[in-house]
């Protein structure tokens, strides 16, 4: 059975009455259990449980730190190509898009490697467009075999592979992807993706699963906030997150918040999504699946970011760009405008003032 059986139980599920229903008294009694149901998860990206926003995150950072203690795992996203066959209309990538294309050769990804390993990390996500013509797996491992002298930690957010693919990526050296769904409504989803191979709905779906059955050690999921309805898009988020994990207990599963930033293309967001439905989702979650990662990128501003330390998130990104070759040639074709801009040094920095400890490596490919 694929996660797909699992979404269509909500296909025609009333959010609204069920919103309807909700109860302080629920709300409270929710926060102080030990393990949450699916049910329960929903009742906290309720609007009634905004008005107990403040004793869900108090809980939510003890979790948080009983699970994790007081650290913050940092990384960097790395872009090699932005080339892409898909026509996604929130995306800066669309093909239709009028940017300059292009495919870091070896050499250079070498160099920017390089770069990024001089800030301490060790831990780094590469990304490319989604094009298997452009940026094949040959290409893909290639680059992660280049990259594997400055990294102890690979992972990759490209197009979804097969569970062959998958497992060829694990054998040279990728030890996690990330892959957002975009919107798990799937008739929003047809009309988001007018072209391309991405409109292939349930491919996607099910590729964390094809990627947990290859070896990945941690597979990270997501729906991009903006594009519908985000109480539905993180309920449903933490429903797969919550399949995956229980079919797949040796695999570290995690989830990402992003929320659309501005973009070539212009694309607008359909619904507002506030800084207060961030943290609502991030601490209702946090309760939900107590040991899952959260990661919270620089699409946040600095500001957002240095709150939601304490309350649930466990990695974030510094020193980003998120243009294709960006550490060494600069901010040019991006895929979006990101928020924060601090650097490596200045995350970490702001860490230690808040009394965490930043972890720039916790995990060695052998």
Known sequence: ?????????????????????????????????????????????????????????????????????KTMQLFTPMYIANYCINQCVYCGFNCKNQLTRMKLTMKEIEKEGEWIAKTGLKHVLVLTGE???????DYIVEAVDTLKKFFTGISIEVYPLSEDDYYRAVKNGVDGMTIFQEVYDKEIYKELHLAGPKRDYEFRLDAPERACRAGLRTVNIGALLGLNDWRKEAFLTGVHANYLQRKYSEVEIAVSTPRMRPHT?????????????????????????????????????FTLRNHLTKIGVTKMSGGVTTAVGGHNKGEEASQFDISDHRSVAEMAQMLYNQGYQPIYKDWQVV
Do not use: W
């Not at 094009?131 to 797996?137: D, F, K, R, T």
């Not at 607008?268 to 107590?290: E, W």
């Open 1 to 69: 059975m694929s996660f797909l059986h699992e979404l269509e139980k909500y296909q025609a599920f009333d959010y609204q009455r069920f919103f309807a229903q909700v109860t302080k008294e629920q709300i409270l009694s929710i926060i102080s259990k030990n393990k949450l149901s699916v049910m329960d998860y929903l009742t906290l990206l309720s609007p009634k449980a905004e008005e107990c926003l403040e004793a869900i995150a108090q809980r939510a950072n003890e979790v948080t730190i009983q699970q994790f203690g």
């Open 131 to 137: 094009s298997p013509i452009h940026s094949s797996v």
């Open 265 to 301: 293309g212009g694309f607008p967001p359909r619904v507002t999504v506030s800084d207060k439905n961030i943290v609502q989702y991030i601490v209702a979650y946090r309760l939900f699946m107590p040991r899952s990662g959260i990661t919270l990128s620089s699409r946040e501003s």
